[in-house]
Nanobody
Framework: QVQLVESGGGLVQAGGSLRLSCAASGRTFSAYRMAWFRRAPGKEREFVAT????????DYTDSVKGRFTISRDNAKNTLYLQMNSLKPEGTAVYYC?????????????????WGQGTQVTVST
């Protein structure tokens, strides 16, 4: 089992930037495919980005391509999401997730472990 804790959320003006972090513990971080999901007010949770074990493959939802960057530091057991040019519709609770199967997937059901989430609020 792996435990995940997100941090770095907060209030930011539209057009600004935030960097989210997800600290992992309990098992070897490098053995997991990692992902970010988010849930906006009044909406279902959606996929944002994913990264493979050695950071050679990344995938993003269309709405964040060119603005968000997912990365990881396996030596620090930490996952990151750099968010630039933030928009009000980016307001959401952001969750990190880990897949023990290390499959290339955007499906929530393929991710075995989840953090509690961190709130991001983008103001106009």
């Amino acid at each position: 089992q792996v435990q995940l804790v997100e941090s770095g959320g907060g209030l930011v003006q539209a057009g600004g930037s935030l960097r989210l972090s997800c600290a992992a513990s309990g098992r070897t971080f490098s053995a997991y495919r990692m992902a970010w999901f988010r849930r906006a007010p009044g909406k279902e949770r959606e996929f944002v980005a994913t990264i493979n074990r050695i950071a050679s493959i990344t995938d993003y939802t269309d709405s964040v391509k060119g603005r968000f960057t997912i990365s990881r530091d396996n030596a620090k057991n930490t996952l990151y999401l750099q968010m630039n040019s933030l928009k009000p519709e980016g307001t959401a609770v952001y969750y990190c997730a880990a897949s023990a199967a290390v499959v290339r997937s955007i499906r929530q059901s393929d991710y075995n472990y989840w953090g509690q989430g961190t709130q991001v609020t983008v103001s106009t």
